[in-house]
């Protein structure tokens, strides 16, 4: 149950950080921002100070500002002029509209150094965690039970040549199919070397040909220092980006979306890899936290961060890419975007969002994910 409100609580938590990023930019820059509400709907208790109206609304589902002239068919009151956000140079909109997925991103980037700080990083060792006794015919020992390796054994070298990780391990085997080769190793306090004809496998996902030996390695947990977290907090947050997107493009493919519509009709089987998550769905998954431990948790929302960065730095209207690319054109070509092509923009993306975001509450509801 902690887990499941510890969900929701983080997404409204990271929507309302989102807009809360653009109401503390456009206040930095000097465009006026006259409203900053936790919620949607009905005002429920609100108080102004100075120019702005702060407050609660209904529907606690994240944050809500409102700038001034950040809508292109929105009136402005004469008194607003030169402090509305269409008035403004190209380097003030761009800090506007993008300070909302900054704070996402900066968001995920914080809980990923926190997590490989206080949790680690998995490592695969060259210690060996057991020996595959036989090849798929079951019959044939493998090259590393026929060589006598044992489980707890150190390989140190292949050929002379060190191997400190078992990536370098993995290079050297792949590369020798059909070959003899010599395992120096370590068991206990003695240095052994023993002698190995490595036998051919292909990936079967890639298909590519490499030598194989029947071993697997330990998996120790390694804690970083503070310097070493935030250097790969980094590499983890830009990997993430990457990961997203790519899942983003999947899902708009007319296969994808074709498949996704079949939800509506009862065909609720769809693969994880293309699966939107609604906070439902979220909350679902923090449920199962004693089984999936925090840590896996914790990863999955500093993701969701990462997700509602990458999809509102998309350039399509009126998301805030979209409205970072308007600010671009009109810098290049000086002059104003027509109001009139951004409407149907603005209805496709709209209804491609709500789409998906209903696709995400009839799964959540109708199939949750089972950990």
């Known amino acids: 149950m902690a887990g499941a409100i510890g969900g929701v609580l983080a997404i409204v938590f990271f929507v309302t950080a989102h807009e809360l990023g653009h109401f503390l930019a456009a206040k930095m820059v000097g465009v006026k921002a006259t409203e900053f509400f936790f919620g949607f709907g009905p005002r429920i208790w609100s108080f102004k100070r100075g120019e702005t109206e702060y407050g609660i609304k209904a529907i606690p589902l994240g944050g809500y500002v409102r700038i001034v002239g950040m809508n292109p068919l929105e009136e402005v009151p004469e008194s607003d002029l030169g402090r509305t956000y269409r008035e403004q140079p190209f380097w003030k909109k761009a800090v506007v509209v993008l300070a909302g997925v900054g704070m996402n991103f900066l968001i995920a980037y914080l809980m990923f150094a926190a997590l490989l700080m206080f949790n ?52 050297e085997l792949s590369s020798r199919p059909e070959e003899r080769i010599v395992l120096t190793v370590q068991r206990g306090d003695e240095v052994l070397e023993l002698t190995a004809t490595l036998a051919t496998r292909t990936d079967p996902e890639t298909g590519e040909v490499g030598g194989f030996l029947g071993i697997g390695p330990t998996v120790e947990v390694r804690k970083l220092s503070l310097w070493e977290a935030i250097g790969s907090a980094g590499e983890q947050l830009g990997s993430s980006v990457v990961v997203t997107f790519k899942v983003l493009g999947q899902i708009v493919q007319p296969g994808t979306l074709g498949r996704l519509a079949g939800v509506l009709v009862g065909n609720t089987d769809v693969p994880l890899e293309f699966r939107p998550v609604s906070p439902i769905g979220v909350a679902n998954i923090g449920s199962q936290v004693e089984d999936i431990g925090w840590g896996s948790f914790l990863f999955l929302l500093a993701s969701v961060n990462v997700m509602l960065g990458a999809l509102n730095v998309l350039p399509l209207y009126p998301l805030d890419g979209g409205h970072f690319a308007v600010a671009l054109y009109e810098k290049i070509t000086r002059r104003a975007v027509n109001v009139r092509v951004l409407i149907p923009v603005a209805a496709v993306v709209i209804t491609l969002v709500g789409f998906l975001g209903l696709i995400a509450i009839i799964l959540d509801l109708v199939n949750p994910i089972d950990l």
């Open 120 to 171: 680690g990083v998995s490592e695969l060792t060259t210690t060996l965690a057991g020996v595959v006794p036989t090849l798929d015919d079951g019959i044939t020992p493998t090259p590393a039970a026929d060589a006598g390796l044992e489980a707890g054994d150190r390989v140190l070298a292949i050929d002379g040549v060190p191997t400190p990780d078992w990536t370098a391990v993995g290079e």
